[in-house]
């Protein structure tokens, strides 16, 4: 009986030993909107902002890096949001900026009239390629409420990133200025 006691005792005192908490390394990442600030004070223009298509591939929780035509995905470094639905934020907000206007939101189903016109977005690359340029690749188009059909506008942007650049931060710093390279080039082809 005694035996049984003591051997327990050490089965209870290795197994908590053995089940310590383990620190969680994620970092959380988010897009920001980087246009200047300033007051939003227009109406116009009213844009309803549609929620990004994603190919499969970078519709996930984890950051995703392009090498010699494979694809990394980090185990540490997460999107603190839907990858589709931060892009979509983003812009919204980099043409909220750009044209003061209060009336440019992020929409997850178009089914008013309050705005003229929505953006569709769709992404078939946004990640850094081997020679450290992250490249935002893929169509838009920006659809009036009324009136008819317009065609899609294709968009390739590069941004180059330092080479010693490795770190998600520098990543996700030139993420956030290629989205205001597209809402700019958004707003100039209007």
């Given at each position: 009986?005694?035996?049984?006691?003591?051997?327990?005792a050490?089965?209870?005192?290795?197994?908590?030993g053995?089940?310590s908490p383990?620190k969680?390394q994620?970092v959380?990442?988010?897009?920001e909107?980087v246009a200047?600030?300033?007051?939003l004070?227009?109406?116009?223009?009213a844009?309803a902002?549609?929620?990004?298509?994603?190919?499969?591939?970078?519709?996930?929780?984890?950051l995703?890096?392009?090498?010699?035509?494979v694809?990394?995905?980090?185990?540490?470094d997460l999107?603190?949001?839907?990858f589709?639905?931060?892009?979509?934020?983003?812009v919204a907000g980099?043409l909220?900026r750009?044209?003061?206007?209060?009336n440019i939101?992020?929409v997850e189903r178009f089914t008013?009239?309050?705005?003229t016109?929505l953006?569709?977005?769709?992404?078939?690359?946004?990640?850094?390629?081997?020679t450290?340029?992250l490249?935002?690749?893929?169509?838009?188009?920006l659809q009036p409420?009324?009136?008819k059909?317009?065609g899609?506008h294709?968009f390739?942007?590069?941004?180059?990133?330092?080479s010693?650049?490795?770190?998600?931060k520098?990543?996700?710093?030139?993420?956030?200025?290629?989205?205001?390279r597209?809402a700019?080039?958004?707003?100039?082809?209007?």
């Amino acid at each position: 009986m005694r035996t049984s006691a003591i051997l327990l005792a050490l089965l209870l005192l290795c197994g908590c030993g053995l089940l310590s908490p383990v620190k969680d390394q994620a970092v959380h990442h988010l897009l920001e909107p980087v246009a200047p600030d300033r007051p939003l004070t227009a109406a116009a223009p009213a844009i309803a902002v549609s929620r990004a298509a994603l190919p499969d591939y970078l519709d996930c929780e984890q950051l995703v890096t392009r090498r010699d035509g494979v694809l990394v995905v980090s185990d540490f470094d997460l999107w603190a949001e839907p990858f589709d639905v931060a892009i979509s934020r983003v812009v919204a907000g980099n043409l909220s900026r750009l044209t003061g206007s209060t009336n440019i939101l992020p929409v997850e189903r178009f089914t008013t009239l309050e705005y003229t016109d929505l953006l569709e977005l769709r992404i078939t690359q946004f990640e850094p390629d081997a020679t450290h340029t992250l490249m935002l690749q893929g169509t838009w188009k920006l659809q009036p409420v009324t009136g008819k059909e317009v065609g899609s506008h294709f968009f390739r942007i590069a941004v180059p990133m330092p080479s010693n650049s490795s770190t998600a931060k520098e990543r996700v710093s030139a993420m956030n200025q290629a989205i205001l390279r597209l809402a700019r080039d958004i707003l100039a082809a209007r």
